[in-house]
């Protein structure tokens, strides 16, 4: 006998259509506003940098985007895309015997942050293991400069997406 998890549905948040972040509290079965705005963008971000919280406290993250569409409520698809390969990526090789340097973990860390938060900032917040494998390859190919560039990009691409 298959067991399926089914998500449980978010309800229409009260009031005119704007862009709202609705997230699950499994503990009160409840869902709870978290963001709003009348722009997309501030949404979408605050909805990466919530999930990244809850997930690194181990919580289970459950979140629906609600916002306009012709003028009446609609309810915007937040899953990920699934993963189509077989199997999920390995572990990256491990550095060096000595290990890297506090500097480098440093900087890489900078680098990780900063592409994250370009990713949140597009609206890409919930990553498959092919993400975080791209990710990764980014963070150990290409500088800081080179990173922020990026988010930039995925930021400027984000808010061009939401104007009409």
Known sequence: METRQTRPQSPQPPGAPRWVAMFHDPSSQSWRPAAQSPDRTPVLYAMGEMTQVKRARDEEVTVALWGPKDGAWHRYDTSPTPVTGPGTPEEPAPGPAQGPTRL?????????????????????????????????????????????????????????????
């Open 104 to 164: 480098a973990e440093r900087m890489e860390d900078r680098r990780h942050q900063v592409l994250m938060a370009g990713l949140s900032k597009a609206g890409l917040y919930d990553l498959t293991p092919d993400d975080v494998t791209a990710v990764r390859a980014l963070v150990d190919g290409a500088d800081e400069t080179t990173l922020r560039r990026l988010a930039h990009w995925l930021a400027v691409a984000a808010g061009q997406s939401t104007a009409g």
